[in-house]
């Protein structure tokens, strides 16, 4: 029997100080508890208890390119930033387009056993938007795939989306959708606006996006299918995930923690930690992500945590690939984004972090109430504290963060995965 | 000076400097047999082209030289970067040699900024000769300098560009130094090559050239590259050169004293029409023999100026 005992923690930030058993796993009680011989305690000291958080979207690079993460350290940098439960995109080499990937990299992780990695299953073959990939397979493999994405790719092709989705309803699974209409960003590199007009960057148009997020909503209440949306960046996307939920569409949509906070004014030094797949937009589009996110037309924040070797940002833009890391940044973010402005309070912290991503992934045993008889996936944090970010001393094998230098709100003190601690106060375990 | 990277935020004192400059050495050069200058004896300037270019690597060649400068073109295809290595290996390679100056081109916009920030600790200057669909300096600055010779100021003067405003590195140089002059500017093209955004730019924007022509002080014609033509930005090479040509009959809408440029190399026949290319209007080889004179002062400002910034 593993007992840990947090000791006047406030859950959701709200009410008095109380204190949360946790025995084998499960919340076992909560109110004044006297810590019993052999259990383990943590100071809360008034900090916030909140359910651990919930990833529909990081880039574990394993297998392929362990160069620049694997399935250890990208856990270990979920774990410090107080996720229990990540979903690891199908883009590595080889593609997890079969359930030999899939149960490979799902192994992995329960190896590693910070965090939960669930893998996430290409939707077609080689993510080449030519044919489906054996999605029933995989969803019924070990791995138990819930959630398929050619991310990184558009599946552009209308009719294989068509089937993505139809197929999908009998398997219970869900498509997410990296929507980027490829004719209208051929050779793009930064978001067409203002600043790329005036730096000769190759525009990609908020349209490329709007456009294939209005397509698949349509085509999603055709074939009566739930549809993911990845990293929203466009104000007009919105608008669309707006008209197409008042429809009754079942659609959901995450926002990436960059597009909450970065603009396209970083353009000016054409610095490669700034590229990114969707681009960084105007400022205009990053108040349209925080009022979205607190309304709740989008519907959660998704790192597309994108770890990348030095060589391929240390180059010039065009040369560099896109993708920023983001799980040990995400809350802060959230809290500098939205919880400092009086966007968001704790309780919705919790949900856009942790309860909604597991509801669309469908995974039973995360972003649970904070009650007795709940299983403890748990992350304790102190609001009142400040970090500076330096990409060196991150958890990630790649240091390609754009927040180099910044000082930021709210800090992890400590995560729980089925009531082990899995990170404390910035150490792993 | 210590870098030249745009023309954007470049001030109009130090614009003027370098044109003046520009303008003393070809008074100096004029008629001279042995066209030579000490001033740059023992520098070290290095050219790295990584697109194909004659004019402009052979102008800053002939620069370098009439400065007494030592000048080493590498070109993309005949050295190490053939073989992978990464632009900033090359730069510190190139300035660990020895390099003064760098000059570079290349189709990434914002390399030149790059290189610049690579090359922070040894000291060396870098001269954006053309960076993807940015910038290229250097041109408007050598455009600047022969509508000077033609027109005097520039203040209040009313310059139209023509053509593929989208791509054009030479357009966003130009608009940018001309407003800095205090010239007026008109960016005349189809709606399909022209920047979204441009609207925050110092200039008005038309699709009729024709409507334009009468007004201007000087008219220059953009390049229209083989791929566009191709790439469904207009629906035929005939039909853009019927609208946005600049050919014979055109010529006699324009003032008598107007001035035609061109940055080259020239579609005869597409942008413009062969007569008005070598009509006295025409002030395009000009721009060539200016573009010389342009850059050993921009070469003179880096590399010899003592007490500047």
Partial sequence: ?429 | MKHLLTTDGLAEDAATAVLDTADELKRTLLGREVRKLPTLRGRTVITMFYENSTRTRVSFEIAGKWMSADVVNVSAGGSSVGKGESLRDTALTLAAAGADCVIVRHPASGAAHRLAGWLTETGTSVVNAGDGTHEHPTQALLDAATLRERLGALKGRRIAIVGDVLHSRVARSNVHLLATLGADVVLVAPPTLLPKGVESWPVTVSHELDAELPAVDAVMMLRVQAERMHGGFFPSAREYSIAYGLNEARLGLLPEDAVVLHPGPMLRGMEIGSAVADAPQSAITEQVRNGVHVRMAVLYHLLAGEGEE
Avoid at chain 1, 49 to 71: A, C, M, N, S
Avoid at chain 1, 422 to 428: A, H, L, N, W
């Fill in chain 1, 1 to 429: 029997m593993t007992q840990v005992l947090l000791k006047g923690a406030r859950l959701y930030g709200e009410g008095e100080k109380v204190d949360v058993l946790v025995v084998d796993g499960t919340i076992a009680e909560i109110g004044a508890v006297a810590a019993a011989e052999g259990t383990e305690v943590v100071e809360a000291g008034g900090q916030v208890l909140l359910p651990g958080f919930v990833d529909l979207h990081t880039h574990l690079r394993e297998p392929g390119r362990e160069d620049t993460e694997t399935v250890d350290s990208g856990s270990a940098a979920a774990a410090l930033g107080g996720y229990t439960a990540v979903f690891a995109m199908a883009n590595t080499d080889p593609v997890a387009d079969n359930a030999v990937v899939v149960e490979h990299v799902w192994r992995r992780g329960r190896e590693t056993g910070l965090v939960d990695v669930h893998p996430v299953g290409a939707v077609t073959v080689g993510l080449k938007g030519e044919r489906l990939a054996e999605m029933g397979t995989m969803a019924k493999s070990a791995a138990g795939v819930r959630l398929f994405s050619d991310d990184g790719h558009c599946v552009s092709d209308p009719l294989l989306m068509r089937r993505a989705l139809e197929y999908s309803t009998a398997l219970g699974v869900v498509v997410a959708q990296h929507a980027e209409e490829p004719r209208l960003t051929v050779g793009a590199q930064a978001h067409e606006g203002e600043r790329a007009a005036r730096l000769g960057y190759a525009g990609w148009p908020s349209s490329a996006e709007e456009a294939i997020v209005a397509r698949d909503c349509v085509l999603a209440r055709h074939a009566g299918a739930r549809l993911h949306i990845c990293h929203v960046s466009a104000t007009g996307t919105v608008d669309v995930l707006d008209w197409a939920k008042g429809l009754g569409v079942d659609v959901s949509a995450e926002v990436t923690p960059h597009h909450l906070l970065l603009t396209d004014e970083r353009l000016a030094t054409y610095d490669p930690i700034n590229k990114v797949n969707p681009p960084l937009r105007a400022e205009a589009d990053v108040e349209r992500m925080r009022r979205a996110l607190a309304s709740g037309v989008l519907d959660c924040v998704a790192t597309d945590h994108a770890p990348h070797a030095v060589q391929d940002k240390d180059c010039e833009w065009d040369a560099a690939r896109p993708g920023m890391l983001g799980l040990q940044t995400a809350l802060s973010i959230v809290v500098e984004t939205m919880v400092r402005p009086g966007l968001l309070d704790w309780r919705g912290v919790a949900r856009i972090m942790s309860e909604r991503p597991a509801e669309i992934a469908g995974l039973p045993d995360q972003g649970r109430p904070l009650a007795v008889g709940e299983p403890a996936n748990l992350v304790l944090v102190d609001p009142e504290a400040e970090w500076t970010v330096r990409g060196a001393e991150l958890a990630s094998v790649s240091a390609n963060t754009p927040y180099e230098g910044m000082r930021l709100p709210a800090v992890v003190s400590a995560t729980l995965l089925r009531g082990r601690i899995t990170s404390r106060e910035g150490k792993i375990g």
